[in-house]
Nanobody
């Protein structure tokens, strides 16, 4: 089974940018659809973005459309989340996930990373 490790989180001022990475090991990365989810303190985990196995199809939650971009490099077994124009409400632990089906629902993913903290100050 694949293992996922996120990196790239940190503290940034509102309006700034961060680029998250999700490195996969184990089974063939290109067999999996991938997603990003986030969880803020006291809130439920929510969908952020997803990308199909080939990278040809992407999905975003409305609150990040136009600001975040999800991409993947199957040759390097890595997925990325470029986050621009960050807002304080983007503060959360960001998790990457892998699944055979993919999409916007967390139940579609069966492998999860430990998460990376993103904090946006106002």
């Amino acid at each position: 089974q694949a293992q996922l490790v996120e990196s790239g989180g940190g503290l940034v001022q509102a309006g700034g940018s961060l680029r998250l990475s999700c490195a996969a090991s184990g089974r063939t990365f290109s067999n999996y659809a991938m997603g990003w989810f986030r969880q803020a303190p006291g809130k439920e985990r929510e969908f952020v973005a997803a990308i199909s196995r080939s990278g040809g199809t992407t999905y975003y939650t409305d609150s990040v459309k136009g600001r975040f971009t999800v991409a993947r490099d199957n040759a390097k077994n890595t997925m990325f989340l470029q986050m621009n124009s960050l807002k304080p409400e983007d503060t959360a632990v960001y998790h990457c996930a892998a699944g055979l089906v993919g999409g916007t629902g967390s139940e579609r993913y069966h492998v999860w990373g430990q998460g990376t903290q993103v904090t946006v100050s106002s």
